[in-house]
Every structure is written in structure tokens, then in C-alpha cells.
Nanobody
């Protein structure tokens, strides 16, 4: 089992920046892919960015060039640096981890609100 705790959400003006963190605990040795999803009101949850254990990254087209995902395996933490935020980035952001057995784990979610 892997437990995930997110932090770093909040309210920011358009054009501003936020950094999300997600700390993993438990069976962290089994973690493979770490990522972030988001869900806006009335919309489906969507992938924002993911990073593999080898450092390969994948981004949604809507955030390319603005968001950067990184991980610190020594600290079992994944980060999402969000720059040049737009109002359409407003959503609940969820940390997601997939382990070597392809089991998925989710964080509790953190609200990001971007005001105009």
C-alpha cells in the first residue's frame, strides 16, 4: 500500500505560479509512475502530467510549456511547478501513483483556484 499526501494548492491570480507537492509513504519501493490529474467542476478527471521512474515525462497539451513535473525519489515526493496559470487551470488536483504491480493510488486532492 502507498499513502499520498498533497500540499501547495491555493488561490492565485492569473499569470501567477504555484507549486504542488505530493509525499508518498508506505510501500514506496514499489512506485513506478507518479503523476498529477485534475478535475474541474462538471468535467471529467484528466491527466495533467506524469513522470516515470526513469524520468520520462508526459504532459497534457494544455499545460505544455507552463507546468513542470519532477520527482525526488530520495524523499518519495513528486512536484508540479505551475507557471503562467490561467483561469481554466482552476480545478482540484490529485496526485496519482502507479506501482510496479500496476496498482493505482490517489491523494485526497488539493484545490487550485486561479482568479482573473
Amino acid at each position: 500500500q502507498v499513502q499520498l499526501v498533497e500540499s501547495g494548492g491555493g488561490l492565485v491570480q492569473a499569470g501567477g505560479s504555484l507549486r504542488l507537492s505530493c509525499a508518498a509513504s508506505g510501500s514506496t519501493w514499489s512506485i513506478n509512475v507518479m503523476g498529477w490529474f485534475r478535475q474541474a467542476p462538471g468535467k471529467q478527471r484528466e491527466l495533467v502530467a506524469a513522470i516515470s521512474s526513469g524520468g520520462n515525462t508526459n504532459y497534457a497539451d494544455s499545460v505544455k510549456g507552463r507546468f513542470t513535473i519532477s520527482r525526488d525519489d530520495a524523499e518519495n515526493t513528486v512536484y508540479l511547478q505551475m507557471n503562467n496559470l490561467k483561469t481554466e487551470d482552476t480545478a482540484v488536483y490529485y496526485c496519482n501513483v502507479v506501482d510496479m504491480y500496476r496498482r493505482e493510488y490517489w491523494g485526497q486532492g488539493t484545490q487550485v483556484t486561479v482568479s482573473s
